[in-house]
């Protein structure tokens, strides 16, 4: 099953402003979150490669943590991290993170401009 995703967020009050992600176009929900092949390319090298069932914590423990801080409704997102190996990323950089079963999301950074 997928999802339209919409951009929202929903900021912690007590952290600094938000940071704007990118997601979608889909959100897939039909996939055992625990055992998922996840690759970082930064500008085509791999700097990561791990699965999800190397989390420190599972995803219904993640959601009880959460629930403490804030009210979690339908549609929300929990962005977890992911392993170590990344390293810098600069302006022109290009990052590709590959989800076995889900996709890839590529995107190019670039400095804001404030």
């Given at each position: 099953m997928s999802h339209r995703v919409t951009k929202k967020r929903k900021?912690?009050?007590?952290?600094?402003?938000?940071?704007?992600?990118?997601?979608?176009?889909?959100?897939?929900?039909?996939?055992?979150?625990?055992?998922?092949?996840?690759?970082l390319y930064l500008?085509?090298?791999?700097?990561?490669?791990?699965?999800?069932?190397e989390m420190l914590f599972k995803i219904p423990q993640i959601i009880a943590f959460l629930s403490r801080a804030m009210?979690?409704?339908?549609?929300?997102?929990?962005?977890?991290?992911?392993?170590?190996?990344?390293?810098a990323l600069a302006p022109g950089d290009e990052v590709e993170v590959r989800l076995e079963k889900v996709g890839s999301l590529r995107n190019?950074?670039?400095?804001?401009?404030?």
């Open positions: 900021p912690i009050a007590t952290l600094p402003p938000p940071v704007n992600v990118l997601l979608g176009p889909y959100i897939t929900t039909d996939v055992d979150p625990h055992n998922l092949k996840l690759e500008n085509g090298q791999v700097r990561q490669s791990c699965n999800t069932g009210t979690l409704l339908p549609g929300d997102i929990i962005c977890t991290g992911t392993c170590a190996g990344t390293g190019r950074c670039r400095r804001e401009d404030r």
